[in-house]
């Protein structure tokens, strides 16, 4: 049974330090790993997809990274704003036979805080 | 483009009482997955539908049930509700996966759920 993590809980920086998120999974058999940002009493935001045969993605001034023989993913956040408070999640997704997405597996998320 | 959309936003019932909640997918999206979030067990998932048929269902009652329509819209329905179903449901979409490692799924804002 695939089970996923985040360390820490919770996090708080000075605003304009680059940080790094960490995500671990039990099952090295997946499908694609998704970090995304929940605001406060909102839905997700998709930040990066990484599929199974990527070591890496970036946008902006975050990067993710997978290394799936470790069952591991980190995000690291360049320059940090205040803006960029909100709980950070993990997702790994499993392919489901008939070609349809699957579901995926949710970390209980890192809550980031960053200090102006 | 617009996003998932989710009604109502919010909702008040009562325990034995039963509830529809809608989503509307990203338009030309065919995979529609449902989530449950709770403060206690986080995010988890409840059934995932594509091209009108229920392709994967999470480890929850029979209680919970769902369906998609021709225009991939998508209903879940919970019957004979509990106090414990009291959380925010989410709704997710994403495209027909055109290469291997899936997609991004994109979430709606979601329906908060209280059972009194």
């Known amino acids: 049974k695939q089970e996923v993590t985040q360390i820490p809980a919770a996090l708080s920086v000075p605003e304009g330090e680059n940080l790094v998120l960490n995500c671990s999974f039990t099952d090295s058999a997946i499908y694609n790993l998704q970090w995304f940002r929940q605001d406060p009493g909102k839905g997700l935001t998709s930040l990066l997809l990484?599929?199974?045969?990527?070591r890496e993605q970036t946008s902006g001034r975050l990067n993710a990274s997978l290394d799936k023989s470790s069952g591991r993913s980190t995000l690291y956040i360049a320059a940090s704003q205040p803006g960029d408070s909100a709980t950070y999640l993990c997702a790994v997704g499993r392919k489901n036979y008939g070609g349809s997405q699957g579901n995926l597996i949710f970390g209980k998320g890192t809550k980031l805080s960053v200090k102006p | 483009k617009a996003g998932v959309t989710q009604t109502p936003r919010y909702l008040i019932k009562t325990r034995g009482q039963q509830v529809t909640l809608s989503c509307s997918p990203i338009?030309?999206?065919?995979?529609v997955s449902w989530y449950q979030q709770t403060p206690g067990q986080g995010l988890q998932f409840l059934f995932e539908y594509f091209s009108e048929t229920q392709r994967n269902k999470g480890n929850f009652p029979g209680r919970f049930s769902g369906r998609q329509f021709s225009n991939s819209r998508s209903e879940m329905n919970v019957s004979t509700l509990e106090l414990g179903d009291s959380a925010l449901y989410l709704c997710a979409s994403s495209r027909l996966p055109e290469t291997s490692g899936g997609d991004t799924q994109y979430f709606g804002p979601g329906t908060r759920l209280t059972v009194l």
């Open positions: 338009s030309g999206h065919r995979s």
């Open positions: 990484i599929q199974s045969s990527q």
